[in-house]
């Protein structure tokens, strides 16, 4: 079963910017729409940001809208999550998910396989 690493969190200030990446061990991963999951102390999973199979088709959750951008490098079965102006709000584990199908979805249901996460914690 593919796998699914997640690297580049870290500490910033508020507004500064990460970029997270997600690295599948398996190409058929690229058949696969993907998204971007975050889950803070206490709170409950929410959606992030999604991307289809393609590339070319993305959608972002309303809070992180105009701050984050997802891509996908398809040759290097490779995701990433360019977060900027960060705020201490989005705090939280991020964990990329390959979803069940081509078409980008933003309900964690409609995803198969997780990563374990990385953490981003934004200072105030």
């Known amino acids: 079963q593919v796998q699914l690493m997640e690297s580049g969190g870290g500490l910033v200030d508020h507004g500064g910017s ?8 398996d190409s058929r991963v690229r058949n696969y729409a993907m998204g971007w999951f975050r889950r803070a102390p206490g709170k409950e999973r929410e ?3 999604a991307v289809d199979r393609s ?3 993305t959608h972002y959750a309303a809070s ?3 701050r984050f951008s997802i891509s996908r490098d398809i040759d290097k079965d490779t995701i990433y999550l360019q ?10 584990k991020y964990y ?4 069940a199908g081509g078409t980008w979805r933003d309900y964690a249901g409609d995803y198969e396989i997780w990563g374990r996460g990385t953490q981003v ?3 105030s």
């Open 18 to 25: 990460l970029t997270l990446s997600c690295r599948a061990s």
């Open 47 to 49: 959606f992030v940001a």
């Open 96 to 99: 990329c998910a390959r979803g």
């Open 83 to 92: 977060m900027d102006s960060l705020k201490p709000e989005d705090t939280a």
């Open 55 to 57: 590339g070319h088709s």
């Open 121 to 123: 914690t934004v200072s």
């Open 64 to 66: 992180v809208e105009g």
